[in-house]
């Protein structure tokens, strides 16, 4: 006999045993997978696109406003901006002469030379540099830059959507793109062509694509069941493991961007397990919920094998595509290893494959050993707290020069953090992990994987040279982590009013004095030419400098 309503908690609210019959309709599983009140559903709507735009465009104003300043090549632009510009040109890495920056600066890129280049990452981020390069010229200082400014962007508008899904609040999404917007950190990254803005991108990417197919999957796991059911209660073989899902079109995207990611850069390796992980979590506890008896099992079996066949393939096929230009030269660096090298073993291996793979064996050795000392090398222990961001650029001028107006003044490019945006997300961290551990929080915990993910894998390095501009590849989970605080300071719509109001005022002031901050410190951001005095005052502390 079917079990009955027993209680019904409050008016409007999901009674807390239902008839099966219901219980296993598709709108009613629909509703209890993914978290949504009786007669309720969610889209971003209009705002949930307007106020995400909104931060965009205060993005691009930031990111391409005096984009082409300095007119030179600073800091590690002085490899990926001429290897892009050689992708251009042969579609692989070639040397360059002693002078090269000289001639790059001038506008004169076309000096490189015949010979091959080892380098030690990965294509896609040189190919978004080119990119941009092919747009407008690789003869000045915008063009070369310009992937990195867009890249960046577009990042800022994918947090802000990534931010109304996953807390329903357009409002959050604003105010979660307004923070990546406007912080320094992610402003210098965006401002100058380096890898790690192009990393950045594509694992949020793939974080967006995951939370879509969370819910498609949901949504689908509770069609199948309710067509099983057939207007009854399901039967006992039905929800011994539940129905296969199969085809999960967003986890494939999700596997293509964590390619590109890694084709970007190997410290995406780690996103990859970690989402991975992450998003067969989420299928086994959808399962515990509908109602599966044997979920555990069923959740690894028929979610856990078909995620890692659909991400891993879609990833390392995508990663070998990057590779493209250097497969389909003649004399790229290591391109003829195999011909040269013949092995009793391994000679049945294509040779692309076993000079590739020796290629990757070489830069991985590379990678392992490099303890070089730098100026700014930053423990990942002080990421967090910015305790030693890195310098791209410095430059010092007398009155009269160079626009300066002072008897001495200071051009500089620093990647240090919006203070108020970065101490408050590390704070946040710690509530994030008590809602998770705690309240079981899905939303924190898939925050804290992103920052897990791009964070915890430094410290297995201790003795590697490692940058504080590494740590922009978890940035936005950090922004993320804050946001959410923030909406927990918020409240929700049936809290008292004045409750709501004096939240709401507390929250408006943070974001001033965020903004506030970071009008302050975009000069050092963005290369102005101010007094020296002014630039001492900016930096807080002694490491700063």
């Not at 006999?1 to 009613?28: C, F, H, K, N």
């Not at 010229?137 to 960046?152: E, I, K, P, V, Y």
């Not at 992610?186 to 694992?203: A, E, I, Q």
Request: overall charge neutral; charged content about 15%; glycine content about 8%.
């Amino acid at each position: 006999m079917s079990p009955t309503v027993i209680e019904t908690p409050a008016p409007g609210a999901a009674p807390l045993v239902q008839d099966p019959v219901r219980a296993y309709s598709s709108t009613q599983l629909r509703n209890r997978l993914l978290g949504w009140a009786p007669g309720t559903s969610f889209t971003l709507g209009v705002w949930g696109w307007i106020l995400p735009l909104v931060s965009t465009v205060i993005g691009a104003v930031l990111r391409f406003v005096r984009l082409d300043e300095p007119h030179s090549l600073v800091f590690d632009e002085t490899y990926y901006v001429k290897d892009a510009y050689s992708y251009l040109i042969s579609g692989y890495e070639r040397q360059w002469p002693e002078d090269a920056n000289a001639s790059f600066n001038a506008g004169i890129p076309g000096v490189l030379l015949a010979d091959p280049e080892y380098v030690v990452h990965p294509p896609v981020g040189k190919w978004m540099i080119a990119a941009g390069m092919a747009l407008f010229g690789a003869d000045n200082s915008f063009g070369w830059r310009f992937g990195a400014a867009l890249t960046g962007t577009l990042t800022v508008l994918l947090v802000g959507l990534i931010a109304v899904r996953l807390f329903r609040s357009p409002l959050l999404g604003g105010i979660a793109g307004l923070l990546l917007a406007v912080d320094g950190h992610h402003l210098v990254m965006s401002r100058t062509s380096l890898l790690d803005v192009f990393l950045t991108f594509w694992v949020v990417a793939a974080f967006g694509a995951l939370l879509l197919d969370r819910d498609d999957g949901r949504r689908r796991l509770a069609r199948r069941l309710s067509a099983a059911a057939g207007g009854s209660a399901p039967p006992a073989a039905a929800l011994l493991y539940g129905p296969w899902l199969l085809w999960r079109p967003w986890r494939l995207a999700a596997g293509v961007c964590l390619g590109l990611a890694v084709g970007t850069k190997w410290s995406a390796l780690a996103f990859v397990a970690v989402f991975g992980l992450m998003t067969v979590l989420w299928d086994v506890n959808a399962r515990r919920v509908a109602g599966i008896r044997a979920w555990p099992t069923a959740g690894l079996l028929k979610d856990g094998v078909p995620a890692f066949f659909t991400v891993i393939p879609a990833a390392a096929l995508t990663y070998l595509a990057s590779w493209t230009g250097w497969l389909r030269s003649a004399n790229a660096y290591d391109r003829n290893w195999a011909q040269d090298n013949p092995s009793e073993t391994w000679g049945w291996l294509p040779d692309w494959l076993r000079s590739l793979a020796e290629y990757h064996r070489s830069a991985y050795a590379f990678h392992n050993n490099l303890s070089s000392e730098h100026a700014y090398e930053s423990s990942a222990w002080t990421w967090l707290f910015m305790g030693r961001p890195t310098s791209f650029f410095y430059e010092s001028s007398t009155l009269g020069t160079g626009g300066c107006t002072a008897d001495s003044c200071s051009t500089a490019i620093s990647s240090v953090g919006n203070p108020v945006i970065w101490w408050s997300a590390a704070l946040s961290l710690l509530v994030l992990l008590f809602c998770w551990l705690g309240r079981r929080d899905w939303r924190a915990g898939a925050i804290l994987a992103g920052v897990a993910a791009g964070y915890l894998p430094w410290f297995a390095y201790p003795e590697r040279t490692t940058f504080f501009f590494y740590s922009v590849s978890f940035e936005p989970f950090l922004i993320l982590a804050l946001t959410y605080v923030l909406g927990l300071a918020l409240g929700r719509s049936t809290d008292p009013p004045a409750r709501r109001r004096t939240a709401g005022l507390a929250v408006a002031v943070f974001l001033l004095a965020a903004i506030l901050v970071s009008a302050f410190f975009l000069p050092v951001w963005t290369a102005e030419t101010i007094p020296y005095s002014d630039w001492r005052l900016r930096m807080w502390m002694p490491s700063w400098i």
